[in-house]
C-alpha cells in the first residue's frame, strides 16, 4: 500500500531537476523532496500529478502546497539539524516531512478534525516520528512547547499572528504568507533579532487557502 518504486524515483529527480531549475538553491531542502514519496500524501485518484509542480486537493477543502512553494518556503527557512520548528497548516503532511527529513524535531497544528487524523496516522505508517501532531487553532501557536528556532505557515494569514511572534526564539525565523489583494499573498519573511526588535522583508507574491480562526470538526 505504502509502495514507492522506480518509476515514482525516477519521477522525483525530474521533479527536483524543476525546482532547481526555478531557482531553489539549499541542497537540503532538494535532498528531501528526492527522498519524500509525495504521491503517498494524494488521495490514489491524483497519482499521476504527484510528481508535477503543481497544487493539488486533500479533501476537507484543503490542499497540499505546489513543490516549488514549499521548497521556496523551507529554503527561507534555513532549518538546521536539530532545531525545533513549529507548522501552522499540517494539510496532507508534506510539509512536515520535508522539514522532519532536514533533521527538525517538528510540531505541526491542524484545525481540521478530519484531515488531522488522517494525516497523523499516514505520518505514523511512514515513520516520521520526529513528527508531532496537534489539532487545534494554529493562530495560538503551542505556547508550552515553545520557544521555536523557526516558524512556518502554510495558510494565507490577514495579519501576522502575535503568538507566533512571542513564541519564535531570539534570532529565529518565521515565513508566513500574509494577505494582499485578491486571493494572492505575500511572502513575509521575520527574523527577531532581541526581544523586542523583528525584522521584516518580502518575498514576493503566492497563493493559499485561508488560516481560518478555530477548531472545525470536519
Ligand atoms: N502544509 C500543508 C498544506 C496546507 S494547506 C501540506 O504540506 O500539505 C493549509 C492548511 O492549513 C489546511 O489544511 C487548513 O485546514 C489549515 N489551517 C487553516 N487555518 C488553520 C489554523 N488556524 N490552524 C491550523 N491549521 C489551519
Redesign the pocket.
Known amino acids: 500500500m505504502l509502495e514507492d518504486n522506480y518509476r515514482h524515483k525516477g519521477l522525483r529527480k525530474k521533479l527536483v531537476d524543476t525546482i532547481r531549475a526555478k531557482g531553489i538553491k539549499d541542497e537540503a531542502v532538494l535532498n528531501a523532496i528526492n527522498n519524500i514519496p509525495r504521491h503517498l500524501?494524494l488521495d490514489s485518484s491524483f497519482l499521476n500529478f504527484a510528481y508535477q509542480d503543481q497544487a493539488f486537493p486533500?479533501g476537507?477543502g484543503?490542499?497540499?502546497?505546489q513543490p516549488y512553494t514549499?521548497a521556496f518556503q523551507t529554503e527561507l527557512l534555513e532549518v538546521a539539524k536539530g532545531e525545533k520548528v513549529l507548522?501552522?497548516?499540517?494539510?496532507?503532511?508534506?510539509?512536515?516531512c520535508v522539514l522532519a527529513e532536514m533533521g527538525a524535531k517538528v510540531f505541526t497544528?491542524?484545525?481540521?478534525k478530519k484531515?488531522f487524523d488522517k494525516t497523523k496516522k499516514l505520518l505514523e505508517n511512514l515513520k516520521y516520528f520526529s513528527i508531532k501532531t496537534f489539532y487545534?487553532?494554529?493562530?495560538k501557536g503551542l505556547p508550552t512547547f515553545g520557544p521555536f528556532d523557526k516558524v512556518i505557515v502554510?495558510?494565507g494569514a490577514p495579519v501576522v499572528p502575535n503568538d507566533l511572534l512571542m513564541q519564535l526564539k531570539i534570532g529565529g525565523r518565521l515565513v508566513i504568507p500574509v494577505d494582499l489583494e485578491n486571493d494572492y499573498q505575500e511572502m513575509i519573511l521575520i527574523k527577531r533579532v532581541s526581544e523586542t526588535e523583528y525584522e521584516r522583508q518580502s518575498h514576493g507574491k503566492f497563493r493559499?487557502?485561508?488560516?481560518?480562526?478555530d477548531k472545525a470538526r470536519d
Open positions: 500524501f486533500i476537507s484543503q490542499t497540499i502546497s514549499v507548522e501552522v497548516g499540517t494539510g496532507s503532511g508534506y510539509q512536515a497544528i491542524e484545525r481540521q484531515l487545534g487553532d494554529g493562530y502554510t495558510a493559499f487557502v485561508p488560516l481560518l480562526s
